[in-house]
């Protein structure tokens, strides 16, 4: 199965990715890194495995954007599109084609805390834990169904740097563990619920 990274930082969920799929835990490709950042260590890390790297420029409305990014998807003939930190707002006819097909990880459960600094909110909230989502994407900002979830507690004296460091072990979990669902064939969205069938030896 072929898949497309959206990266516009770090890329731990990259590096994750690379390595589920390197100690066969992931039946996948990463077939391409887009980034809107050509600064972004995970330029690095898609170079040092040999995965190519598209640039998407700044400085264009989301119509232009999408058309560049539905022309890259096509040329890689993606089948699964997995955002991990891309600080773009997708085009609605990208999401569009992409029904189903998206993929989006968060750190906090949705609906709790969407959008940018989600764990530096749930530490000002107060609140005794936050986690990590898994989730299809829709138009909207980080309400796409639901494919996973875990709760991570928020320790005393947690800083956002010891929370992050828990929450980043979850995530790269987590988001291999969901791609490699939907290789086997076992999500199904039925209008806004991910049913995810059992494991088969068949």
Do not use: K
């Not at 834990?129 to 709760?151: A, C, S, Y």
């Not at 929450?167 to 086997?184: D, K, T």
Request: include cysteine.
């Amino acid at each position: 199965m072929r898949i497309a990274v959206l990266a516009s930082g770090h890329g731990s969920n990259l590096q994750a990715l690379i390595e589920a799929i390197a100690a066969g835990r992931l039946a996948a490709t990463v077939s391409v890194l887009v980034t809107d950042r050509p600064e972004a260590h995970a330029v690095v890390r898609a170079r040092r495995a040999a995965i190519p790297v598209e640039i998407l420029p700044a400085g264009h409305d989301r119509v232009h954007d999408g058309a560049l990014l539905m022309a890259m998807l096509q040329r890689y003939d993606i089948a699964l599109v997995c955002l991990a930190g891309f600080m773009r707002m997708l085009a609605g006819n990208v999401v569009a084609a992409y029904h189903g097909r998206m993929m989006n990880i968060h750190p906090a459960l949705l609906p709790q805390f969407p959008g940018l600094h989600a764990i530096r909110q749930a530490l000002a909230a107060a609140v005794p834990e936050t986690g990590v989502t898994v989730h299809f994407v829709d138009e909207g900002m980080d309400t796409g169904p639901v494919i996973l979830q875990q709760r991570v507690p928020i320790l005393p004296g947690d800083t956002e740097a010891s929370l992050t460091d828990r929450i980043h072990a979850v995530e790269h979990r987590l988001y291999p563990q969901a791609v490699q669902w939907f290789a086997e064939h076992r999500l199904t969205l039925e209008d806004r619920t991910v049913r995810i069938a059992p494991h088969t030896t068949a």
